[in-house]
């Protein structure tokens, strides 16, 4: 838990995550400007439910929201230090299995081995997210050729690294700028994808981890999966009148048309028990997963409708809208409606907010609790095209990851949708 008054407030959430990356320990940070309550964000690892293990510490607190992965919420400045303690002594409480702690590494390849082929066959065991998660690669006895700071305030990196049989490979390291790398030579961890720019295809690498080279561990975990019956209507001519009245629905998205939009955010009030109808196809297995765990239904009907609108600019203009109309009323944003009414995830939201922000036609004032931000307006100013182009990528992940997995869900097997844990 981190407090400091003069963080910027639109970012934590995602700072947050970025520590939790790196450090693999759950993580609150808070804003704590002299004279008002502190507020901010929590992220946690596999095997933590954060959001329950700050709810037991409501006593301390103003208000809280969230679920296992992440929360946000607001506490009296004077109770941050009780808050510290009592939120690590909870914690203990509200651990879940996880399986074995450490990252997992899926395959160890050497340099030499690497190419756009091998990226291009991975790419056809998307869509990655939480449940499918990228594949993680390593490589040892790697010693640092070069070593470059980018971006326009020197925030990024880019390394050079090479192995004993001089193959190199360039790496990005989003956000690695302040981070000491280990002496001597280093077994890296890394993912892979392709960089297209300017009509160009190259390989790029992305920083994982990295460690003084040494022997790895690899852990195998065996998974035990559960029955729940499961009626696959997705290649169907459905109508809602052919579906339990007494399901719970998820049917999110701008294009609808005549059925009513129902949200995931009301899936804490409905009755545990009962059917579940996804008409919309979901946006991730994250999504999927909490919905089966949250409910424990019955039966799951699969519909899987095309009711969003996934690329880039309907997302952005999606997003602006709605925040156009927050600064025509309240200027407050909360993060997992505007995901719930445009059917996405909520890091495609956030990574919106900051590309609207970048590109200077709002401005993130700051973060409640609940994870709601205030948003002014823009000066409208020309942004940076080196911190655009690295915004715009990012967006442009998060998006991929959602069509694929909406593909995904439409095309897959039963037994490989996981819906029965």
Request: proline residues 6%; contains cysteine; aromatic residues 6%.
């Amino acid at each position: 838990v981190l407090a400091h008054p003069q963080w910027h407030a639109g970012i934590v959430g995602i700072v947050a995550s970025r520590i939790v990356e790196e450090f693999h320990k759950p993580t609150v940070l808070l804003l704590n400007p002299p004279g008002e309550a502190a507020r901010g964000s929590a992220r946690s690892t596999p095997g933590v439910d954060i959001g329950a293990s700050i709810a037991a510490c409501a006593d301390l607190l103003i208000g809280h929201g969230g679920h296992p992965g992440a929360a946000g919420l607001s506490l009296p400045a004077e109770n941050v230090d009780r808050f510290r303690r009592e939120l690590s002594r909870q914690i203990e409480h509200h651990r879940i299995d996880a399986g074995p702690d450490g990252l997992r590494i899926d395959a160890e390849v050497p340099f030499g081995d690497l190419s756009l082929s091998l990226v291009e066959q991975i790419d056809r065991l998307a869509p990655f997210g939480n449940g499918n998660p990228k594949p993680v690669f390593m490589s040892r006895r790697l010693a640092v050729a070069d070593d470059r700071r980018i971006g326009k305030d020197g925030t990024h990196r880019k390394l050079l690294l090479e192995d004993s049989n001089g193959s190199k490979q360039p790496v990005i390291w989003f956000r690695g700028a302040d981070v000491e790398l280990p002496d001597g030579a280093i077994d890296f961890a890394y993912s892979l994808s392709i960089n297209e720019y300017r009509g160009e295809r190259s390989l790029q690498l992305g920083y994982v981890t990295s460690r003084p080279a040494e022997v790895v561990r690899i852990d195998v975990v065996e998974v035990k999966p559960k029955r729940l019956p499961i009626h696959d209507l997705r290649e169907e001519m459905v109508q809602p009148a052919d579906l339990p009245s007494d399901a719970f629905w998820l049917a999110e998205g701008t294009a609808l048309g005549d059925l009513p939009f129902r949200s995931r955010l009301d899936a804490h009030r409905s009755k545990a028990g009962c059917p579940l109808v996804l008409w919309s196809s979901p946006p991730s297995q994250a999504l999927t997963n909490w919905l089966v765990e949250t409910l424990k239904p019955s039966a799951v009907y699969l519909v899987g409708q095309e009711t969003t609108d996934d690329s880039l600019d309907g997302v952005l203009k999606a997003v602006a809208g709605m925040a156009k109309y927050a600064l025509s009323r309240d200027c407050r944003l909360p993060i997992d409606r505007l995901a719930a009414r445009i059917g996405t995830t909520e890091a495609v939201i956030r990574h919106s907010l900051l590309w609207l922000e970048m590109k200077n036609l709002i401005r993130l004032v700051e973060w409640e609790s609940g994870d709601v931000v205030r948003i002014d307006a823009g000066d409208g100013s020309v942004p940076d095209e080196t911190d655009r182009r690295i915004l715009q990528a990012e967006l442009d992940e998060q998006l991929a990851e959602v069509r694929a997995y909406r593909r995904f869900f439409k095309r897959a097997k039963l037994a490989d949708l996981r819906l029965d844990g």
